[in-house]
């Protein structure tokens, strides 16, 4: 048995899975610097048709021609903000994993915690009026009623 564990050893690195990067030789750019920066970016994009992979990761059509359209927009010397700025004017804000937090979006990035205040707040309420020791004190009957209750009962 020891054996066996000492020859399967060496192969326990092979099985861990690797990040799979769809990035295509013909895709890298030269200078590293603008090569770090694209794929930086391509990690913030999300791909159109996979909807859960960036464009880093993803086997796409749609995600090659944006990977490249990254790297045409910083070799042509556009800032990362502009690149991203480019990419959301031709595609939507759909392809940003993480939207601004500004106009229509703002009531989106709002409604969660405001919800869950809001139900907290009726949870709190309707607790606090299930209180035990909140009712009313029971008034005693008088000496008519606890006459006629007593002929009820009787009876």
């Known amino acids: 048995m020891l054996i066996l564990a000492l020859m399967m050893a060496p192969l326990v690195p092979a099985m861990v899975p690797a990040p799979a990067f769809a990035v295509q030789p013909d895709e890298v750019l030269a200078d590293p610097v603008l090569e770090a920066r694209a794929r930086d970016l391509s990690k913030v994009l999300r791909c159109p048709v996979c909807q859960s992979e960036n464009i ?35 595609y939507g804000e759909y392809v940003l ?39 009313p004190p029971v008034e005693a009957l008088d000496a008519a009623e606890q006459r006629r209750l007593d002929e009820i009962l009787d009876k």
């Open 56 to 90: 880093d990761e993803s086997n796409a059509e749609v995600s090659r021609d944006l990977r490249i359209l990254v790297r045409e927009r910083l070799v042509a010397g556009d800032s990362d903000s502009a690149v991203l700025d480019y990419v959301t004017a031709r």
């Open 97 to 135: 994993f993480q939207p601004d937090a500004s106009g229509g979006n703002l009531i989106l990035w709002l409604a969660g915690p405001v919800m869950l205040l809001a139900g907290l707040g009726i949870g709190f309420s309707f607790l606090r009026g299930r209180r035990p020791g909140v009712e």
